[in-house]
C-alpha cells in the first residue's frame, strides 16, 4: 500500500503515545497538553476514564414529563445533569431533540453542563457535539449553505473553506465546539437517502474539497475559540450499501476500499482532523465498529491518527441486536472497544448507565486492557485540550458579533450561486428578461424546507416552523424580480406515513388553460426533505405527478424551465425532452431561491458543474470513471453504452469557453520522474464575464488491472471577461497516475498515457 505509507507534508515524526509504537502523527502533539494528560489519567479512577468515553444524547438530561414526552420549551433537568456528570462521570453530549434553538438559549445550555463538569471530581469539561452539516443547523437564524452536493458543484475550494470557517464561527458561537461533518463518503449510490450529504462521486474531488472544509472548521492546526473539531463520517465505505438502503451491507473488493474510499479520509486525517465517526453498516460482513484493520491498523497505525474515534448512534447495541456479530451488549463493548472505537454514542437514558457499568466489568475482568482504555481516555483529553475546554469551557454570543452577519449571509448565496449547474439551454432561452411574464409551478416552487434539505433546524428537515425568515422561497425571490409572476400548485408532495407521496393538483388544469398568458414556465419539482432510514426510497423516478406538470404544460407550447431541488438525481429523462432548459439546484440552503432567480434572470451566469453522472435510466448507474468493458454497447457494437442524462462535470454558462493549445512538456518521461506540467488556454468567446472549471483528466492505456477510461486529477476554477484568455497551468506527480496492482500494492506501469482537458487530449509515455 505505497500510497498509504507515504510521508506527507506536515507529518512530524514523533513518537506515538498510543500505540507504543513510532509512527507519523496526524498532527503535532502540544508536550504541555501531553504532560497534563498524564498527570490527570494517573489520577483518575475506572470509573471516570470509563464516564470519558461516554456520549450522551441531550435529550437523556432534559425534563420530561409523567407521559415521559420532553417537557417544552425544553429544560435541563439538573438531576439528571448531576446522575449523568457525576455518578457515571460522563464525558460527551450531543445534538438537540427536534429542536432549533437561539444562541441564548445554546448558551444557556452549554454553560449549564459545564458549570456541573466544572465540580465533578475530575474538573474535566463535556465535549459538546452537534450536525452543523450546511452551517449552524440547529441554531435559529444562523447562516445556512448549500447542502454538501452542492457544495461539490461549485468545484471551488475556497467557497468550501468559507462554509467551513462561518460554520464553524457561528456553532462555537452557542458553545459548541464540536461538529459531526464533513461527509466524506462517496456519492457513488444515488439512491442512497444520504447521497445529498457528500460531495459526489469522484475521489479527487471528495478530497480536495473535503479537506478545505476540515481546514475551515478547524482554522489549521491551531483551534482557537472561532473554530471546532471537526469529525470525518462515516469512516469507511458507509456509502456505498449494495442495496442502496442506509445501513445496509456493503461489499467492497480491498482495491476499491484502497482507491475511491479511503483516500478522502486520508487525507483530511493528514490535514489534521480531530475526530472521525465510524460507519454505521457493516463491509464485507464485518461491522464498522468492528473493524479492527481499518479502525486500528489503518486509521491509528499506518496514517498515525492522534485524535478520537467516535461511534455512530447506537452503534454498540447495534453490534448485537442488527449486525448480531456479539450476542450481549458487554461482549459488543468490548468488540468495539478492542477493534479501535474511542467514544460510544450510547446515546439514551438508562442505555447509558448499562455501557458504563458494563465497560467496568469488562476492564475488570481483563476483556479490555488498561492501556487500551486510557489510550481513548488520552485521545479525547487530547481534543478536548486543543479545543481549550479546560479554560474556556463555553462561549457568550457577545463574542460573536459576526452571527448570521451580512458577509456570512452573502458568503452562502454565492456558494449557492456558483453550485446551481445549469444543465441544458436550448436556443439560449436562458437568461430571460424581468419583463417576462413568469409562470412558476411544481411542489418545491415555494417552499425553503425543499432549498434547505434534511438536519435543518430539526433532523429531517421537513418542519417549517424553525425556518429563518427573510429567505424568499423560488417563487418568492423570482416574484421579487419578474414584472408578473403568478404560482400554480401544479402537484402536491406531502409526508404519507413517514414517506414522501405525491398527488395530482386540480390547478394543472388551470396552469394548462393560462398558459398562453405566460412567456415560460419555471417547474419546479424534486423532492421533500429526508434523510438516514426514513430517506430511504424504491426508485430514482421522479414521481409521475411532477412529471405530468412538463408534459401537460409542453401541449401548450410554452416556453419550459425544468427546475431541479434535490438531493440525489431522479430520472427525468422522459420529460427532459420537453424542457427548454433544466437547472439543478441541488439543495442550495436558504439562498437558493434568490441564487436561482438571480441566475435566471440573468444577474448571475451560472458556473456549477455536476459532481457526479446524472443517470438516463434507473436501472444503469455509471460513473464517469468507468472502464471499456462497460461502454460497448451490444446493439449497435458501438462503444456508445455510457450515454447518462448528464455527464460528470457538465454544466453550462451563459458564455462560450474555447480551449486550445494543451501542451505538456514532453512526450515521453521516466518512470523515476517525478512531475508532469500541462498547460492549456483557455479563453472567453462570448460576451459576458463568467467563471469556468477546467478539469484535468488522465488515462492509462493499458494497465494490469483493468483501467478506467478517465479519472480527474486536478481541477481550476478561473473567472474570464469577455474575450479573455488565460493559460491554466497544472502539475501532476507522475506516481499519482498510477493504480493499486494485484497485490494491492500502488504502482506505476510503463506504456501509453493521456491527459483529457475539455475535447482536448494529449498523449505521452511512461518510460
Ligand atoms: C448519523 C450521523 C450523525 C449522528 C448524530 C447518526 O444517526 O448517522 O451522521 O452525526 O446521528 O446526530
Request: proline content about 4%; aromatic content about 10%.
Amino acid at each position: 500500500m505505497k500510497q498509504l505509507c507515504t510521508p506527507i507534508l506536515l507529518f512530524v515524526f514523533l513518537l506515538a503515545s498510543c500505540s507504543g509504537k513510532q509512527t507519523n502523527l496526524s498532527f503535532e502533539l502540544n508536550p504541555e497538553h501531553e504532560r497534563k494528560i498524564d498527570a490527570l489519567i494517573s489520577q483518575m479512577s475506572l470509573e471516570e476514564k470509563v464516564g470519558q468515553t461516554c456520549q450522551i444524547t441531550l435529550d437523556a438530561i432534559l425534563k420530561k414529563d409523567a407521559a415521559n414526552k420532553l417537557i417544552e420549551p425544553h429544560q435541563i433537568d439538573l438531576e439528571k445533569l448531576d446522575e449523568a456528570i457525576n455518578k457515571y462521570k460522563v464525558g460527551s453530549i450531543l445534538n438537540v431533540s427536534n429542536h432549533t434553538f437561539t444562541l441564548e438559549k445554546w448558551n444557556g445550555i452549554v454553560k449549564t453542563i459545564q458549570d456541573v463538569a466544572a465540580k465533578s471530581s475530575t474538573k474535566i469539561p463535556v465535549i459538546y457535539g452537534v450536525d452543523a452539516i450546511h452551517g449552524a443547523t440547529y441554531i435559529q437564524k444562523s447562516t445556512l449553505f448549500p447542502q454538501e452536493i452542492g457544495l461539490a458543484a461549485s468545484w471551488d475550494t475556497s467557497l468550501a473553506r468559507e462554509m467551513g470557517r462561518i460554520t464553524a464561527y457561528e456553532t462555537r458561537a452557542s458553545g459548541v465546539p464540536w461538529n459531526f461533518s464533513p461527509v466524506l463518503d462517496l456519492g457513488r449510490k444515488p439512491i442512497w437517502s444520504r447521497f445529498f450529504e457528500t460531495l459526489g462521486e469522484d475521489v479527487y474531488l471528495a478530497k480536495t474539497l473535503g479537506s478545505q472544509i476540515v481546514d475551515g472548521y478547524q482554522g489549521g492546526t491551531s483551534i482557537d475559540e472561532n473554530h471546532v473539531a471537526a469529525c470525518l463520517k462515516h469512516y469507511v465505505g458507509y456509502g456505498f450499501p449494495r442495496t442502496g438502503r442506509d445501513r445496509t451491507p456493503a461489499l467492497i473488493p480491498e482495491r476499491t476500499m484502497l482507491e475511491h474510499h479511503l483516500p478522502p479520509f486520508e487525507e483530511s486525517i493528514k490535514n489534521g482532523a480531530l475526530t472521525v465517526m465510524i460507519n454505521s453498516g457493516e463491509v464485507n460482513g464485518i461491522p464498522g465498529h468492528a473493524n479492527k484493520h481499518l479502525l486500528t491498523d489503518v486509521l491509528k497505525e499506518e496514517w498515525g491518527f492522534a485524535g478520537f474515534a467516535v461511534s455512530d448512534w447506537e452503534d454498540f447495541i447495534n453490534l448485537y441486536k442488527v449486525a448480531q456479530t456479539d450476542s450481549t451488549i458487554k461482549d459488543a463493548i468490548a468488540t468495539a472497544i478492542n477493534a479501535g472505537v474511542d467514544m460510544s454514542m450510547v446515546p439514551n437514558n438508562p442505555q447509558y448507565k448499562t455501557y458504563c457499568q458494563e465497560f467496568t466489568g469488562l476492564v475488570e475482568q481483563g476483556r479490555v486492557s488498561q492501556k487500551r482504555l486510557d489510550d481513548a481516555v488520552r485521545r479525547i483529553l487530547r481534543v478536548k485540550y486543543r479545543l481549550d475546554l479546560f479554560e474556556r469551557p463555553y462561549t457568550k454570543k457577545e463574542d460573536y458579533p459576526s452571527f448570521a452577519s451580512k458577509e456570512h449571509m452573502q458568503k452562502a448565496y454565492l456558494s449557492a450561486a456558483e453550485s446551481i449547474t445549469l444543465l441544458k439551454n436550448d436556443k439560449n432561452i436562458l437568461p430571460i428578461k424581468t419583463s417576462s411574464k413568469v409562470m412558476v409551478i411544481g411542489p418545491t416552487a415555494n417552499s425553503l424546507n425543499c432549498l434547505n434539505g434534511a438536519w435543518t433546524h430539526t433532523w429531517q428537515g421537513v418542519d417549517p416552523k424553525y425556518n429563518n425568515s427573510n429567505n424568499p422561497t423560488i417563487y418568492e425571490a423570482i416574484k421579487i424580480s419578474a414584472s408578473s409572476c403568478d404560482l400554480y400548485e401544479g402537484s402536491i408532495m406531502k409526508m404519507v406515513d413517514g414517506d414522501e407521496a405525491d398527488f395530482y393538483s386540480l390547478d394543472l388544469k388551470s396552469a394548462v388553460k393560462n398558459a398562453s398568458k405566460y412567456d415560460v414556465a419555471i417547474v419546479c419539482v424534486g423532492e421533500l426533505p429526508s434523510t438516514e432510514r426514513p430517506g430511504d426510497i424504491y426508485h430514482l423516478d421522479l414521481a409521475k405527478e411532477q412529471q405530468e406538470i412538463v408534459k401537460s404544460l409542453s401541449k401548450t407550447g410554452i416556453k419550459i424551465v425544468l427546475v431541479l431541488v434535490e438531493g440525489r438525481p431522479k430520472i427525468i429523462s422522459e420529460i427532459e425532452p420537453y424542457s427548454d432548459a433544466v437547472i439543478q439546484c441541488y439543495l442550495p440552503g436558504d439562498k437558493g431561491g434568490v441564487a436561482l432567480a438571480d441566475i435566471i434572470f440573468g444577474k448571475i451566469n451560472p458556473s456549477g458543474k455536476l459532481p457526479y453522472t446524472y443517470p438516463r435510466y434507473s436501472g444503469v448507474i455509471m460513473h464517469y470513471d468507468h472502464k471499456q468493458s462497460e461502454v460497448i454497447n451490444a446493439n449497435t457494437w458501438k462503444n456508445d453504452f455510457f450515454n447518462p442524462q448528464y455527464n460528470f462535470g457538465h454544466g453550462l454558462s451563459y458564455t462560450k469557453f474555447e480551449y486550445s493549445n494543451m501542451n505538456i512538456s514532453k512526450n515521453a518521461y521516466s518512470l523515476s520522474e517525478k512531475e508532469i506540467t500541462v498547460t492549456v488556454d483557455v479563453k472567453n468567446t462570448g460576451k459576458i464575464s463568467g467563471k469556468e472549471v477546467v478539469q484535468l483528466y488522465s488515462r492509462d492505456h493499458v494497465a494490469t488491472i483493468s483501467p478506467p477510461l478517465k479519472e480527474l486529477v486536478r481541477y481550476n476554477k478561473i473567472s474570464l471577461e469577455p474575450g479573455e484568455t488565460k493559460t491554466v497551468s497544472f502539475t501532476v506527480d507522475i506516481e499519482e497516475l498510477g493504480f493499486y496492482n494485484i497485490d494491492n500494492v500502488w504502482v506505476n506501469e510503463a506504456g501509453k498515457h493521456s491527459f483529457y482537458i475539455n475535447n482536448l487530449e494529449s498523449t505521452f509515455s511512461l518510460k
